[in-house]
């Protein structure tokens, strides 16, 4: 089977590629992309930024490699409170959401994987299928995360619902794969919606910059979302290395 995966950057990807084979840059017009072999897929990896419309684009600069499904892919905030930090979370469906007000303009399903949910994956990390809520923006308050989760959604990501579109367009399958690495209960310090510019890519040193006006909150918060990063990451490839579509 060939499968298309679409994050937003490279990081979200770096557990997976350590579990595949013959790896190698792909020649697709996007920021980031690689070609693989994984769990007996033939897999194309690409990144393209941040929101629905990076990662629509990132779809159809991938037609030439004719996928027989479309997973969106990488990392989320956590709506509900139960969920943790390196939680995975399978859509059961995507709903665009604009603006701060949570409402909903449309809505796609999405396929679960065949051996959801796998014995071996609940002895080392915790798996959760839901609704996820898809918005143009960093959801960075605990309150608007209250408001979202009041829709049914169990978590917040950019970029499914530019997917899920593409995906449906092309009469592909569409699955959506998550890691948490924000909770439904804390607010960020760094403004993160600041400091995304128009192509999709954070503006690290306005982060740094901003981040220097209250080193003592800021800075420790940067470190500990790099170390959430890092293990959602290595947590999506184990669980790609054991899942079937």
């Known amino acids: 089977m060939r499968l298309l995966l679409v994050a937003s950057d490279p990081m979200e990807f770096t557990g997976i590629v350590a579990h595949a084979q013959d790896?190698?840059?792909?020649?697709?017009?996007?920021?980031?992309?690689?070609?693989?072999?994984?769990?007996?897929?033939?897999?194309?990896l690409v990144a393209n930024g941040v929101g629905s419309k990076r990662a629509a684009a990132a779809v159809d600069a991938s037609a030439s490699f004719r996928p027989d499904a479309v997973i969106s892919t990488g990392f989320c905030g956590a709506l509900a409170e139960d969920l943790k930090v390196g939680d995975i979370v399978v859509g059961t469906c995507i709903a665009k959401h604009t603006g701060k007000d949570a409402c909903s303009t449309s809505t796609w399903p999405a396929q679960q994987p065949e051996c959801l949910p796998g014995q071996g994956w609940r002895r080392r990390f915790r798996v959760r299928s839901g609704p996820i809520c898809s918005i143009d923006h960093v959801a960075q308050t605990s309150q608007e995360k209250r408001r979202l989760h009041l829709t049914g959604a169990c978590a917040v990501e950019m970029e499914a619902a530019g997917v899920a579109e593409r995906a449906q367009a092309l009469g592909l399958p569409f699955h959506c794969v998550k890691a948490v690495t924000d909770l439904a209960g804390e607010t960020m310090a760094n403004d993160f919606n600041a400091a995304l510019r128009s192509d999709g890519h954070f503006d690290t040193m306005l982060?740094?910059?901003?981040?220097?006006?209250?080193?003592?909150?800021?800075?420790?918060?940067?470190?500990r979302l790099r170390n959430r990063c890092v293990r959602a990451a290595r947590i999506l490839g184990e669980f790609f290395a054991d899942c079937r579509f």
Do not use: F, K, M, T
């Not at 790896?23 to 897999?43: N, T």
């Open 23 to 44: 790896s190698q840059p792909a020649l697709v017009r996007v920021d980031w992309a690689c070609s693989a072999r994984l769990a007996g897929h033939d897999v194309l």
């Open 207 to 223: 982060i740094l910059r901003g981040s220097l006006r209250h080193p003592a909150i800021r800075i420790p918060e940067l470190l």
